[in-house]
């Protein structure tokens, strides 16, 4: 039986206790999500076909009706999802609904985009009130599934807690490094594995 998440019936966290949200499970999204149930993450899901959800919520996750519902519940969601305008659609860019569903909130990207479109995604959240992190992951299926993904950072330089709560459980690192810019995933400083 799945456990929904209705939509006016959770507000964003502020406690120690965090729940991320994850829009995608498809063959990326489905194994990253694994592992951060792994590392004992409360973890929210939404996908176009909720049946896709059904291995995490028997583990525990919640699954959200819709976006809407996934942004309501969390501060913090990753996109892993297909392209562009599939981003685009569960934003609600273009529509009132990106403000709600990014206004105070951390969104996490972690497909691949254009320079230029993340660039102009990173300064609408900001202006919106939320917040962008650009995690394109460079990996297959197996490697997700091991924690083994290398997961590259862009964007305002992200926090010590953020690095480590939404990093190491996808990639096994502990430092995922600070970028220069939006959409150009070009690293400062090594990043140190476990």
Do not use: K, Q
Not at 23 to 33: F, N, R, T
Not at 76 to 88: G, I, K, N, W, Y
Not at 119 to 145: C, D, K, M
């Amino acid at each position: 039986m799945p456990h929904w998440i209705a939509l006016r019936a959770y507000a964003p966290c502020h406690d120690s206790v965090m729940t991320v949200g994850f829009a995608g499970i498809g063959i990326m999204g489905l194994p990253m999500a694994t592992r951060l149930l792994d590392a004992s993450v409360e973890l929210a899901v939404w996908s176009r076909r909720a049946e896709a959800c059904a291995p995490l919520v028997e583990r525990g996750a919640l699954l959200a009706a819709d976006p809407d519902a996934l942004f309501a519940a969390c501060d913090t969601v990753v996109l892993m999802l297909r392209d562009e305008l599939a981003t685009d659609a569960v934003l609600g860019r273009g529509t009132p609904a990106f403000a709600r569903r990014v206004a105070g909130r951390r969104v996490i990207v972690s497909g691949t985009n254009s320079p230029a479109y993340s660039e102009a995604l990173a300064a609408e959240i900001h202006a919106a009130g939320g917040s962008y992190v650009e995690a394109p992951v460079s990996g297959s299926r197996v490697p997700a599934e091991r924690g083994e993904l290398v997961v590259m950072l862009a964007g305002r330089t992200p926090t010590r807690s953020t690095r480590r709560r939404h990093c190491s459980p996808r990639s096994g690192r502990r430092s995922c490094g600070a970028v220069r810019c939006p959409g150009r995933c070009a690293p400062r400083s090594r990043s140190t594995t476990t």
